[in-house]
DNA sequence: AAGCGATAGTTGCATCTGCAAGTAAAATCC
DNA sequence: GGATTTTACTTGCAGATGCAACTATCGCTT
């Protein structure tokens, strides 16, 4: 295997690896402090929000909220519990389940969503002007198609 | 709480999000596939080759690696049961550790390394050129410093 | 130098997560 | 149309991780 990573994506790399976990832990520390939910039931959650109709197919959902199926079996059984969605199963397969938002599932987003905004505006927006913002989407962008081909489109 | 959150930096943010974990994904299942440990022993183990005389607190380490002290007391049991690393007691305080990188560590090290820089190659450098590059590491050199002052001079 | 609060590291327990195996239903094959 | 393969989800089990409690030591106070 030959060298083949130029020391800028090298450097960029060590700093997007950091400070990834940095702004996470500190996004997370922050919802804790509310006494709100954590990162991966708003990711759920969300991606129902903006499903038509409000609702996905299990492993639709698993695949939005960056889970496996089966993890996303155990976050869903615990969303459920706390009745912020309802399992439906699917009319069209008897072998589905469709995940559906609640009303107190959308109520839930809504008390979330201020806190992590604040987080994502002081540890990471506030870090960059308006060009970089762009700049960085338009790179990510690229590296998402690459990996994830189907999540574009359904992202946006 | 008022909207704070401009839309290019709420944009970065949810692809910086998701191309964080689908490359994390990525380099992992690659590093599986060839039968090598996780990226949290290529973390703890590059720590301490980059530290003087190669070894490190605990704590240090453990803040280096991303992980709490008892995440790192598992991770350095595990470690140090593959003769990765040695715990030596600390000369000048009784109550430290430190951690101390031997040959086969340097070894597993650069078995991982090639896996490793190509995963960041093939997954991420790939997207971008070297302007990029370059323009993402500023921005994520800010928000490390902020997020964790101490890291900026530990890495450079 | 004895006491006391602070610090370093480890361990118990609970939670989260994934892989692989299991169950159920659909789709395909013959 | 009955059997086999595939697909969708769930469950058993094992690994990873963090918080809080615990032990041992340090360093400051008096």
């Keep these: 295997m030959k060298k083949e990573l130029p020391a800028a994506q090298l450097d960029a790399w060590r700093r997007y690896y950091v400070s990834f ?13 509310a006494g709100l939910p954590s990162l991966s039931w ?12 409000r609702r996905l197919r299990m492993s639709d959902l698993a695949r939005g909220a960056l889970l496996s199926r089966s993890g996303l079996t155990r976050l869903v059984d615990k969303l459920e519990a706390e009745k912020l969605i309802e399992r439906r199963t699917c009319p069209e397969d008897g072998r589905g389940q469709h995940a559906q938002l609640t009303d107190k599932g959308v109520e839930c987003l809504r008390r979330i969503w201020p806190v992590y905004r604040a987080g994502i505006a002081k540890y990471f927006g506030a870090q960059m002007n308006d060009a970089e913002a762009k700049q960085l989407a338009t790179v990510f962008r690229r590296i998402v198609a690459v990996l994830d081909p189907g999540m574009d489109e359904a992202k946006e």
């Design 21 to 33: 976990w940095r702004i996470s832990a500190a996004i997370e520390a922050d919802l804790v402090a």
């Design 42 to 53: 708003y990711d759920a959650l969300y991606q129902l929000y903006r499903a038509p109709e």
